[in-house]
């Protein structure tokens, strides 16, 4: 019962590379969502997707892409990488009717 | 937009005490839930309990219990008989759909032996 799959779990990036961070989900989930999480704040929505096809932008969209071409994935794309986009990141997956999100283990990313 | 706020960032309480968590938040929604996480060192988020507005009793899950008071838009967590597991960061969070959550900052807590 894999649950929310994040990968890679840790990743240092040079300023200006770009990588995308990849999740995918087994539990046929409507909803997905990116959040990060810096020190002292909280998480904040990145980008979110209700369906295959549909995504939109959350409080901190700036410097990420997203895509959702199938209900399992829901790739982040840094384009150019920033150190202010150093952060620990969270996907997240629920049911159209559920309130309880379920998160997957996080990614940590280092932009030197 | 929705804000939620945990004014204490940092709490400590003795094992198989009893600690209140605070967080107060601000919305012009009428429907929506709100939610207690707890993040251990391992950094996975874990649902600890979670409250509909429309419900006037407040949730219980086994030692957690929750105060809502929803005129006063106040949701505290309190943790009955603490045990040392319990050392995390809590994070209160909101929604009004699906699940896009709006956080607070979070309270580190510490139980000690």
């Known amino acids: 019962n894999a649950g929310v799959t994040q990968t890679p779990k840790f990743q240092v990036l040079k300023t200006g590379q770009s990588m995308t961070l990849q999740c995918a989900q087994d539990m046929n989930h409507e909803y997905m969502s990116w959040y990060r999480q810096d020190p002292g704040m909280g998480l904040r929505l990145i980008h979110y997707s209700v369906g295959a096809g549909i995504t939109d932008q959350g409080e901190v969209p700036n410097g990420y892409n997203v895509s959702r071409s199938t209900t399992e994935d829901f790739p982040l794309r840094l384009l150019s990488a920033a150190p202010s986009q150093t952060s620990v990141y969270f996907c997240?997956?629920?049911?159209?009717?559920?309130?309880?999100?379920?998160f997957g283990q996080g990614t940590r990313l280092t932009v030197v | 937009a929705q804000t939620v706020t945990q004014s204490q960032p940092e709490m400590s309480v003795q094992e198989a005490e009893t600690v209140t968590l605070s967080c107060t938040y601000d919305?012009?929604?009428?429907?929506?839930?709100l939610f207690w996480y707890k993040q251990p060192p391992s950094r996975q988020m874990i649902l600890v309990i979670r409250?509909?507005?429309?419900?006037?009793q407040n949730a219980t899950e086994n030692r957690f219990s929750v105060n809502f008071q929803k005129a006063a838009k106040s949701f505290s967590l309190k943790i009955s008989d603490s045990q040392l597991g319990d050392t995390a960061m809590y994070f209160c969070?909101?929604?009004?759909?699906?699940?896009?959550?709006?956080f607070g900052g979070g309270t580190r807590l510490m139980v000690k032996p």
């Open positions: 919305t012009s929604e009428n429907n929506y839930y």
């Open positions: 409250q509909e507005a429309y419900k006037q």
């Open positions: 997240a997956s629920s049911t159209r009717e559920s309130t309880e999100a379920f």
């Open positions: 969070a909101f929604s009004n759909a699906g699940n896009m959550l709006t």
